[in-house]
């Protein structure tokens, strides 16, 4: 035992002491490769894992739209269809309202002028008057026509929203008139609530007709008319135009109120207005201005799309739709076959990973196993 521990204390320590740190960190520098390789094949599965539940869920999609297509297809075609369809006739019967409102303005036209020449060649004041009278009403008819023929009225659904203003306080404003959507009853053909007459009410209008006319004729005086059974009274301005009498001027003077502060003070609010709110105001109105002509634009543009829809509809839209689905059908396939080559790459190149992590791992055992045999050996030898 004392031969042992002489030995013993001849072994130099320092060498032991410095296998052991190079042991230590060779064993550390392990931990952290072995900890490195799992991270390295756990990304690589979670990777392999996600593209396989993306293709999966892929496959479904593709799927499910291919079997909604298959049963809303034919009932969506048929609803785009009857929609155009109704697109169509309301197209027509818009083409067919604006030329008979025309024609409406180019017939009161003409029986203005018919009654004013009538009431340029009549010599009775009565009669002149009366063709005045037709010739304003045809006048009136005819600009009511024109007004509703520019704004472009189909009901009351358009009617209800008024066009769009310039606000002057920022962006555009519109407002609503609160009227009902739904149509309005049918007037009767005949005008307003004027009661209808009897026959023995005509027949005593005709005989007082007749009376007074007869009187005239020999020179008396025509009997009175019977009084009005509250019945309106309408009023029939003539000579509308005519210019009227100069009102007098009031007695009373007005004399402003001057001062110097108060000039000061006027001259003031003008140059602030100047100088801050009109720049704000006419930069707010053009651009307002500017939203407005560019929404018109637009507005404008998609009507004519629309306008021109039906002109589209010819052989060479279904010979393009067959060239689109063609040239849609070889770029999925040239899709899926890129898509499996890929995926066969990565699947590849996984496994080759895999055979060199394994290599590695396993030539990492042996030169442990023989490092551990040659170790006991060792021991065995001092022993």
């Not at 017939?107 to 009669?127: G, I, S």
């Not at 555009?172 to 053909?189: C, L, N, Y």
């Not at 005509?202 to 007709?209: C, L, M």
Request: aromatic share 6%; glycine share 4%.
């Amino acid at each position: 035992m004392a031969k042992l521990d002489a030995e013993a204390s001849d072994v130099d320590i320092s060498d032991f002491e410095t296998d052991k740190k190079l042991f230590k960190m060779r064993n550390l520098k392990r931990k952290f490769e072995v900890a490195e390789l799992e991270s390295t094949k756990n990304k690589t599965r979670r990777t392999l894992f996600a593209d396989k539940m993306s293709n999966k869920l892929g496959r479904h999609a593709d799927y499910g739209e291919v079997r909604y297509r298959e049963i809303y297809a034919d009932a969506a075609v048929t609803a785009v269809q009857e929609k155009e369809v109704q697109a169509e006739k309301e197209r027509k019967k818009d083409m067919q309202r604006k030329r008979r409102r025309e024609k409406t303005v180019a017939t009161n036209l003409e029986q203005k002028e018919l009654a004013l020449q009538k009431a340029q060649a009549a010599e009775d004041e009565v009669e002149r008057q009366k063709f005045v009278r037709e010739a304003q009403r045809a006048e009136k008819k005819a600009q009511q026509t024109k007004i509703i023929l520019a704004r472009g009225d189909k009901g009351p659904e358009i009617r209800a929203v008024s066009p769009l203003e310039p606000n002057f306080s920022g962006g555009m404003m519109s407002t609503f008139t609160a009227v009902d959507a739904e149509p309005a009853a049918r007037k009767s053909k005949r005008g307003g609530a004027r009661p209808r007459k009897s026959k023995e009410q005509k027949q005593a209008e005709k005989d007082s007709a007749e009376a007074a006319q007869a009187a005239i004729d020999a020179g008396e005086e025509p009997p009175p008319l019977p009084p009005a059974k509250d019945e309106p009274k309408i009023r029939i301005k003539l000579n509308a135009k005519d210019p009227k009498e100069p009102r007098e001027d009031s007695p009373a003077t007005f004399e402003p109120f001057v001062s110097k502060g108060y000039n000061q003070i006027y001259d003031q609010i003008w140059r602030d207005l100047a100088r801050k709110d009109v720049n704000k105001v006419y930069k707010l109105a053009g651009e307002s201005y500017a939203t407005r002509v560019s929404n018109l634009k637009k507005t404008a543009i998609l009507a004519s799309k629309e306008a021109k829809r039906w002109q589209l509809k010819t052989n060479k839209g279904t010979k393009d739709l067959q060239a689109r689905a063609k040239r849609v059908m070889r770029e999925m396939m040239s899709f899926w076959k890129r898509n499996e080559r890929e995926e066969r790459d990565l699947r590849r190149a996984a496994e080759k990973q895999e055979i060199e992590n394994a290599k590695k791992a396993e030539a990492d055992r042996e030169a442990n196993r023989q490092k551990r045999k040659l170790t006991f050996h060792w021991e065995e030898d001092q022993d």
